[in-house]
């Protein structure tokens, strides 16, 4: 079969990052919609109340880190 669209770039823009010190960030989940992604920042906030999570709008879906190797990742978590 022949698809008759194109495949949507991103089709969860909104994203819960987790704050990581000199300006990185890593993407903890995605959503279609902001209410689904308030709900789950609120039950972030009360498992992880020391750790800065923020919701974001990402239009492009890049979701990668390429200066932040696994190891030093693990260290910071």
């Not at 990052?17 to 972030?44: C, E, K, S, T, W």
């Amino acid at each position: 079969m022949i698809p008759t669209s194109k495949p949507k770039l991103n089709t969860h823009p909104w994203c819960i990052v987790r704050q990581l010190p000199n300006m990185q960030r890593l993407v903890v989940a995605r959503f279609h919609r902001r209410g689904d992604a308030d709900g789950y920042i609120q039950i972030l906030r009360r498992l992880l109340p020391a750790t800065k999570h923020a919701i974001v709008f990402d239009t492009t879906g890049d979701e990668k880190l390429p200066e932040v190797r696994s190891a030093q990742l693990e260290r910071m978590l």
